[in-house]
DNA sequence: GCGACAG
DNA sequence: ATCTTGTCGC
């Protein structure tokens, strides 16, 4: 099933039974992913597009690593934006975190999920149950076994998530270079990813300026596709929705030294 | 056998 | 993921 040799990358005879572990592991998350609306968003959301009857708040999560340091020692960082006519970052909180195990293709939940989890479980109750809604850098359902990062985060933690990715994880037959010639071809800057299968995976959206290289959207938990096609593209300023790009960038700050901890007033219990 | 493989 | 400055282009 796995086209390379995991025992090679964990180092240990017994990573086979790991990754076989895993695997049944992710078949029973798929079974319990919610593909659909758990909350109103018609508060967001009208005919004419993103308009906000109350303020919207999004997290993003993101971990950085350095090469010249232990490499299962990375940054974390998680930031809160909220969004009404603009969006604002309301909170951030940047920390050191240590990983288990390496990065196997298909298995990055299972790396980064209980970091994740752990920050979740830290953060101001004030802050946590603000929140609409999470965003997570990697895929959601758009994974072979339908169970990718953010849906292990969103059941775990039991919140709306949704997963974004900056390149195709290939599954069902779908090939990258597939989605050159259709975005070539197509007015729209948003185009559903269904593999041969006829699965509909997620939604490849062409945001920001990059017109030639789509973010890949799909379903964590709790949120349905529509609405998370519809979520990222209005926290798009650039290529990548404010929320992750903002993690992204203070986790990497975190990494230099620097610290972005941000904690408004309001956001105090 | 060859290619493909989120972060 | 990460190593990395200036530089070419809209």
């Given at each position: 099933?796995?086209?390379?040799?995991?025992?090679?990358?964990?180092?240990?005879?017994?990573?086979?039974?790991?990754?076989s572990?895993?695997?049944?592991?992710?078949?029973?998350?798929?079974?319990?992913?919610?593909?659909?609306?758990?909350?109103?968003?018609?508060?967001?959301?009208?005919?004419?597009?993103?308009?906000?009857?109350?303020?919207?708040?999004?997290?993003?999560?993101?971990?950085?690593?350095?090469?010249?340091?232990?490499?299962?020692?990375?940054?974390?960082?998680?930031?809160?934006?909220?969004?009404?006519?603009?969006?604002?970052?309301?909170?951030?909180?940047?920390?050191?975190?240590?990983?288990?195990?390496?990065?196997?293709?298909?298995?990055?939940?299972?790396?980064?999920?209980?970091?994740?989890?752990?920050?979740?479980?830290?953060?101001?109750?004030?802050?946590?149950?603000?929140?609409?809604?999470?965003?997570?850098?990697?895929?959601?359902?758009?994974?072979?076994?339908?169970?990718?990062?953010?849906?292990?985060?969103?059941?775990?933690e039991?919140?709306?998530c949704v997963?974004?990715?900056?390149?195709?994880?290939?599954?069902?037959?779908?090939?990258?270079k597939?989605?050159?010639?259709?975005?070539?071809?197509?007015?729209?800057?948003?185009?559903?990813?269904?593999?041969?299968s006829?699965?509909?995976?997620?939604?490849?959206?062409?945001?920001?300026?990059?017109?030639?290289?789509?973010?890949f959207?799909?379903?964590?938990?709790?949120?349905?596709?529509?609405?998370?096609?519809?979520?990222?593209?209005?926290?798009?300023?650039?290529?990548?929705?404010?929320?992750?790009?903002?993690?992204?960038m203070?986790?990497?700050?975190?990494?230099r030294?620097?610290?972005?901890?941000?904690?408004?007033?309001?956001?105090?219990?």
């Amino acid at each position: 099933m796995l086209g390379f040799s995991v025992s090679v990358i964990l180092g240990n005879p017994r990573s086979n039974e790991i990754v076989s572990s895993w695997t049944r592991m992710q078949e029973d998350l798929a079974s319990n992913v919610d593909y659909t609306d758990n909350n109103d968003w018609s508060h967001f959301f009208k005919p004419t597009g993103f308009q906000a009857d109350r303020d919207l708040f999004v997290a993003g999560v993101d971990i950085s690593f350095s090469t010249t340091e232990d490499l299962s020692i990375g940054t974390i960082a998680i930031v809160k934006l909220r969004r009404d006519s603009r969006q604002q970052l309301v909170y951030s909180h940047s920390r050191e975190v240590s990983v288990q195990y390496p990065y196997v293709p298909s298995f990055l939940g299972f790396r980064e999920a209980p970091i994740i989890s752990t920050l979740m479980k830290h953060l101001p109750l004030r802050v946590r149950c603000s929140l609409d809604c999470l965003l997570v850098d990697g895929n959601g359902v758009l994974h072979p076994r339908k169970a990718g990062l953010a849906c292990q985060v969103g059941i775990g933690e039991s919140i709306p998530c949704v997963g974004v990715s900056k390149n195709l994880l290939c599954v069902d037959g779908l090939n990258e270079k597939t989605f050159r010639e259709y975005i070539a071809s197509s007015h729209s800057n948003e185009i559903d990813v269904i593999g041969r299968s006829g699965f509909l995976w997620g939604k490849a959206i062409m945001t920001g300026n990059a017109k030639s290289k789509p973010i890949f959207v799909s379903v964590g938990h709790r949120v349905s596709l529509i609405t998370s096609a519809r979520l990222v593209t209005a926290l798009c300023e650039f290529r990548i929705p404010s929320p992750i790009r903002f993690a992204d960038m203070h986790s990497r700050a975190y990494l230099r030294g620097e610290c972005n901890d941000l904690f408004m007033e309001e956001e105090f219990p």
